[in-house]
C-alpha cells in the first residue's frame, strides 16, 4: 500500500510557473513507477508525466513536452512536477499516481492515488 499527498497547486498567470509536490508513504517509494495526471473541468483525465523507477525513463505528453519537468527525490520519498510556460489549457486537478507497473503511462496501471490539487492557469 501507498499513500500518496500532493501539494502545491494554486492561481498562476498564463506564461508563470508552478511547483507540485507529491509525498508518498508506505512501502518502499522507489520501487514504483511515479505519474502525473490531470483532469480538466470536463474532460477526461489525462498522462501528464511518468519517472520509470526501473531505469529512471522519464517521458512526457506531447502537451507539456518542453514545459514541464517531473523530478522524483527517493530519499524524500517525494516526486515533483515542474510547470513552466503555463497556458490556460493547464489549468486542471493535478494527481500523483504509483504503479508497479516498470514503465507506463496507462492510468489503468496506477493502483495509488493522490486526492489531487487544483491548478488554475489565468489568462
Known amino acids: 500500500q501507498v499513500q500518496l499527498v500532493e501539494s502545491g497547486g494554486g492561481l498562476v498567470q498564463a506564461g508563470g510557473s508552478l511547483k507540485l509536490s507529491c509525498v508518498a508513504s508506505?512501502?518502499?517509494?522507489?520501487?514504483?513507477?511515479m505519474g502525473w495526471f490531470r483532469q480538466a473541468p470536463g474532460k477526461e483525465r489525462e498522462f501528464v508525466a511518468a519517472f520509470a523507477w526501473s531505469d529512471g525513463h522519464i517521458y512526457y505528453a506531447d502537451s507539456v513536452k518542453g514545459r514541464f519537468t517531473i523530478f522524483r527525490d527517493n530519499g524524500a520519498n517525494t516526486v515533483y512536477l515542474y510547470m513552466n510556460s503555463m497556458k490556460s489549457e493547464d489549468t486542471a486537478v493535478y494527481y500523483c499516481?504509483?504503479?508497479?507497473?516498470?514503465?507506463?503511462?496507462?492510468?489503468?496501471?496506477?493502483?495509488?492515488w493522490g486526492q489531487g490539487t487544483q491548478v488554475t492557469v489565468s489568462s
Open positions: 499516481a504509483a504503479s508497479e507497473f516498470l514503465r507506463t503511462e496507462d492510468q489503468e496501471h496506477y493502483a495509488y
Open positions: 508506505g512501502r518502499s517509494f522507489n520501487t514504483y513507477t
